[in-house]
C-alpha cells in the first residue's frame, strides 16, 4: 500500500518516519512552503519535530494533488481544520484519522466530520498514549486502530505495524475518538494541579474522576466501555497526565502556575487540542445531561471565568457521593 500522510506537524512528521522506516516511500503532505523544503532538503522538520534525522523515503508535497495515487491516507491536521482539510484530500482513499477532538458547533467527532467531508472514502481511526518525539526515534508503542470494517482494519495493520509500533484493533471508532478527544481536556487539568502545586494524590484524583467523566460522556455517544479503559482512553489519559512533554499538561501547568489562558495560547504555533475541545466538550456534555465536573473547571479556567483557588474550591465542595 502506497501511503500517504496530510499534515506534518510533530505527529504527521513521526508517522511518516515510522512508515518509511524500512526504506518505504512516504509522501508527506505540509502547509507551510518551509516544511516541505526541509523535509526535502534537509531530511529534518525543525519547526514541528526538531532534532530528528527524517528518513530518506518521505517525500514533502505542498500540493494536495501529489496524495491521488496514494491507496491510504493518515490525516494529522488539527481537528478544528480537519473538516477543510479532508475536503481537499482525494475521493474515496481509505482515510486513518490521528487528530483528537470534537468539531466545534457541529459536537460531531473526527470520523462523523470525515464522512460528511469526504462520503465515498472508508475511514479508520488510529489513537493511543502515542508522543510523537517518541514513535520517531522507534521507541515501543502501543496504538488503537479502530475500523467499522474489520477486513480493512486488517489490511491497514498490516502496512503500519512496526516490531516497536503495535496496532491493537477494534471495531469502537466512536469510543476510540472519545477517548482520544475527552484525555486532552483531562490533561490539562492534571497540569493546572501540578503547576499549583496540588500534590499527586490531587493529580491520581483527576486521573480517576476525569477516566469517569470521559465514561460517562463516551457511553451516552454511544462507545464501549471496554474501549474507554483500553489505549485510546485509559492508556492515552494516563500518558499525557504525567508530563511535561504534552502540549496540553503544560498548557494546565501554566494556568497552575497563575499565568493567564489568553497569553498562553496566544502565537502558539504547535497546538494543544484540549483547549478547543474543551467548550465544545462541555456545551455537548451538557446537552446529553452528562455531568463533567472537571472539564467545566477546565473551561472556567481557560476562560478566565474565575480565579483558580475558587475553581478548586467548587470541584472539592461538590456533594459527597458513590464512586
Ligand atoms: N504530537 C503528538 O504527540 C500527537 C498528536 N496527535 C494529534 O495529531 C493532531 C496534529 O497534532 P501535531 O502533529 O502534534 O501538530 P503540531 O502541534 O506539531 O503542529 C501543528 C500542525 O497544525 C497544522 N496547521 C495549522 N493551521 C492549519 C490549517 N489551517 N489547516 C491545516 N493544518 C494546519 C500545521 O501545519 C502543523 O502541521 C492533533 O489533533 C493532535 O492531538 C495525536 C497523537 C500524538
Ligand atoms: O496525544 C498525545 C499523546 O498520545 C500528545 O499529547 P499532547 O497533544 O498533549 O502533547
Known sequence: MKAGVIGAGAWGTALAQLLA??????????????????????????????????NAGIEATS???DMA????????CPAQHLRSVVAQAPAGVPLILCSKGIEAGTHLLMSEVAAQAQPQSP????????????????LPTAITLA????????????RIARPAF???????????????????????????????????????ALISRGFAEMTRFGLARGARAETLAGLSGLGDLVLTCSST??????????????????????????????????????????????????????CALLEDAAPLPQVIDALLARPIRAE
Request: glycine share 10%.
Open 21 to 54: 522506516a524500512d526504506g518505504a516511500h512516504v509522501r508527506l503532505w505540509a502547509l507551510e512552503p518551509e516544511v516541505v523544503e526541509a523535509v526535502n532538503r534537509d531530511r529534518a522538520n525543525p519547526l514541528y519535530l526538531p532534532d530528528i534525522p527524517l
Open 166 to 204: 503495535r496496532p491493537y484493533l477494534s471495531d469502537d471508532v466512536i469510543g476510540a475518538e472519545i477517548g482520544g478527544a475527552v484525555k486532552n481536556v483531562l490533561a490539562i487539568a492534571c497540569g493546572v494541579a501540578e503547576g499549583a502545586g496540588l500534590g499527586l494524590n490531587a493529580r491520581a
Open 245 to 298: 512533554n504534552s502540549r496540553n499538561f503544560s498548557l494546565g501547568k501554566g494556568l497552575g502556575e497563575g499565568q493567564p489562558a489568553a497569553a498562553l495560547l496566544a502565537h502558539r504555533r504547535t497546538v494543544a487540542e484540549g483547549a478547543f475541545t474543551a467548550p465544545v466538550l462541555r456545551e455537548a456534555a451538557r446537552a446529553s445531561g452528562v455531568e463533567m465536573p472537571v472539564v467545566e473547571a477546565v
Open 63 to 65: 500540493d494536495m494533488a
Open 69 to 76: 495515487d496514494r491507496d491510504l491516507l493518515l490525516v494529522v
Open 123 to 138: 475511514i479508520a481511526v488510529l489513537s493511543g498514549p502515542t508522543f510523537a518525539s517518541e514513535v520517531a526515534k522507534g
Open 147 to 158: 475500523c467499522a470494517d474489520a477486513a480493512l482494519a486488517a489490511r491497514i495493520a498490516a
